[in-house]
Nanobody, 124 residues
Framework: QVQLVESGGGLVQAGGSLRLSCAAS????????MGWFRQAPGKEREFVAG????????YYPDSGKGRFFPSREDDKNTVYLQMIDLKPEDTAVYYC?????????????????WGQGTQVTVSS
């Protein structure tokens, strides 16, 4: 089992930045591929970015790189999502997810473990 706990969400003005954190426990963190998703009210959960177990590969949605950048610190069992130039449409609950398998994984069903989410609200 893997436990994931997100933090770092909050209220920010448009154009601002936030860094989300996701702390993992319960399994060797370095074996886990990590993903970030978000879900706005009434919308499906969507892939934001992912990072491989080694940290060597960064994955983005088909729409492109955008303004969100994942990173990880294995000695802290933590993955991050740096978000810049935030817009009101970025308002959502942000989730981190984990899977013990390689490759780009952009669909929620491809992940085995989920955090509880952290709210990000961007005001105009």
């Amino acid at each position: 089992q893997v436990q994931l706990v997100e933090s770092g969400g909050g209220l920010v003005q448009a154009g601002g930045s936030l860094r989300l954190s996701c702390a993992a426990s319960g399994r060797t963190f370095s074996t886990l591929s990590m993903g970030w998703f978000r879900q706005a009210p009434g919308k499906e959960r969507e892939f934001v970015a992912g990072i491989s177990a080694s940290g060597s590969f960064i994955y983005y949605p088909d729409s492109g790189k955008g303004r969100f950048f994942p990173s990880r610190e294995d000695d802290k069992n933590t993955v991050y999502l740096q978000m810049i130039d935030l817009k009101p449409e970025d308002t959502a609950v942000y989730y981190c997810a984990a899977v013990s398998a390689p490759g780009r994984r952009a669909r929620p069903r491809e992940y085995d473990y989920w955090g509880q989410g952290t709210q990000v609200t961007v005001s105009s």
